[in-house]
């Protein structure tokens, strides 16, 4: 039988060997769980790695990424295009290095912001070294770098670019027209719910609202309109928009500030977009100059009408006057009453022309007394025989037609028996303008002085009636014809209106 005190120290012994073992084959284990979950991990890396490759190469927008040290650690096909360089010779190469030139510019100092903070980043710049060329960048951290995405959008800057000019011509345009505003409007399904998508800055003159509030309610411009017009405009507006048609019209509105009246009209038409979308633009106009302009014409056109009929019953008249004595003649003098039926014509139709020349607006008085006595300047070489003292005025048409005709005979009668038929004679015309109580009246006084003596006639001729009656009813004024022994003297007191 052993003993147990010598067999323990050989217990002890193998237990450390049985240990050692033991201690030696969890090593290797550890070891080799390790070297496996290192290869499964470079296999994971190496297949993400790959697939990011892929990706990054069918994203279209460059890319690159950048290492703590600012070098390339990966760059895809779009980049290596737009660099211009084999990515082989950049990748392991500072950023900085490769592109000096970017030193001191707004890309380098963005990318040290998004280094430095972590945090990333979206912004345009212009390429470096490249002038004219611009580029949309997002950096964002990226495996202790930086990763950086990038697009030449040079061609669509300058489409927005230009579309934005476009729109500020027409903006322009529409902002600044004097008389008119521009609109657009949306085409919902319900009528009811259309908005205004544009309008310009004209519609405060042309209405007295506000843009911004018209635009965002535009039953404030609705209600300007006068209440007679609303209905038709109403149901000429459901029938373009069921239609799809343009509609014109033309109302009266109040300016919201001033509250007059103003006519207007409206041109909408419908126009579809390229999406299918349809918008409805607008244009309003402030017709009422051209309303005022209408009415005038037809005025002018009943005034014409009345004094063709009129001037063809003065025609009928020096006719008549003219000619009436021929009989009880015996037709010995038929020149001289042609001539004088000639006469009479001729002064009508030079007062036709002066106010042909106005536009029937009216005529210079100024102008109507040059014409009566333009057949007798040449009677004395001082010209002193006719003095004319007065401030030239404008007076309406009927007047001047009425002046002219009476100048005219007061000068035949002067020539053939008064003042301007003797060497010495003189004729003086003065005119001003009385203001009376209710309206201004023309003053006007015909004089004649240094002619044969003078009495009142036996009969009253013609002439004498178309100045004393004619001119008087004619112009609801008051006509007083003097013979004075010295010369005739004709007053004249007539509406200037």
């Avoid at 460059?62 to 895809?76: E, K, P, Q, V």
């Avoid at 211009?84 to 490769?98: A, H, K, T, Y």
Wanted: some cysteine.
């Amino acid at each position: 039988m052993r003993n147990p005190a010598l067999a323990l120290p050989v217990n002890l012994q193998q237990l450390n060997t049985d240990l050692a073992a033991s201690v030696s084959r969890t090593d290797a284990k550890g070891a080799l769980d390790q070297a496996l979950q290192q290869a499964l991990a470079h296999t994971i890396e190496t297949r993400v790695n790959a697939q990011l490759s892929v990706l990054l190469e069918g994203i279209g927008d460059a890319f690159y990424s950048l290492d703590g040290n600012w070098r390339f650690r990966h760059i895809n096909r779009a980049a290596e295009t737009y660099f211009g360089v084999p990515r082989q010779m950049m990748i392991d190469r500072s950023i900085w290095e490769l592109f000096p030139e970017s030193e001191g510019t707004e890309l380098r100092r963005r990318y040290e912001e998004v280094f430095a903070s972590n945090l990333p980043a979206s912004f345009e710049a212009e390429a470096v070294g490249v002038q004219g060329r611009f580029l949309e960048f997002h950096v964002f951290p990226y495996n202790g770098g930086l990763g950086v995405s990038f697009r030449d959008w040079t061609e669509r800057r300058r489409a927005e670019e230009e579309l934005r000019a476009s729109e500020a011509r027409l903006s322009a345009l529409a902002n600044n027209a004097p008389a008119c505003m521009f609109y657009q409007l949306n085409h919902p399904e319900s009528y009811k719910d259309r908005k205004v998508l544009y309008l310009s800055r004209t519609c405060e003159s042309l209405t007295g609202v506000p843009t911004e509030k018209a635009k965002a309610d535009p039953r404030l411009l609705y209600d300007l309109i006068l209440p007679e017009h609303r209905q038709h405009l109403l149901a000429r507006r459901l029938e373009s928009y069921r239609a799809l048609k343009e509609f014109e019209t033309e109302f009266e509105m109040l300016h919201a500030k001033t509250g007059q009246v103003r006519w207007h009209r409206i041109i909408v038409t419908p126009r579809r977009l390229e999406n299918g979308g349809i918008v409805w633009d607008g244009i309003q106009i402030d017709i009422t100059d051209h309303k005022r302009a209408e009415e005038h014409l037809r005025l002018l056109i009943n005034e014409l009408n009345h004094r063709v009929k009129n001037t063809l019953a003065t025609v009928q008249s020096l006719a008549a006057q003219s000619f009436r004595g021929l009989k009880a003649r015996g037709l010995n003098d038929p020149p001289a009453a042609y001539a004088a039926f000639e006469a009479r014509l001729f002064a009508l139709a030079r007062g036709h022309d002066a106010l042909t020349r106005e536009n029937w607006e009216g005529a210079s008085l100024g102008e109507i007394i040059g014409q009566a006595f333009a057949p007798y300047a040449d009677l004395s070489d001082d010209g002193c025989r006719i003095q004319v003292d007065g401030t030239d005025l404008r007076v309406a048409p009927a007047t001047a037609l009425s002046l002219s005709m009476a100048l005219h005979e007061l000068c035949t009668n002067a020539v053939k028996y008064g003042a301007l038929g003797a060497p010495e004679g003189r004729v003086r015309i003065s005119w001003s303008i009385l203001e009376g109580s209710t309206e201004p009246r023309l003053s006007m006084r015909w004089e004649e002085r240094g002619g044969p003596p003078v009495s009142p006639p036996s009969r009253k001729g013609f002439g004498s009636r178309l100045i004393q009656e004619g001119l008087a009813r004619e112009l609801n004024g008051v006509v007083s014809l003097i013979y004075e022994p010295a010369g005739v003297v004709c007053t004249v007191d007539v509406p200037l209106s």
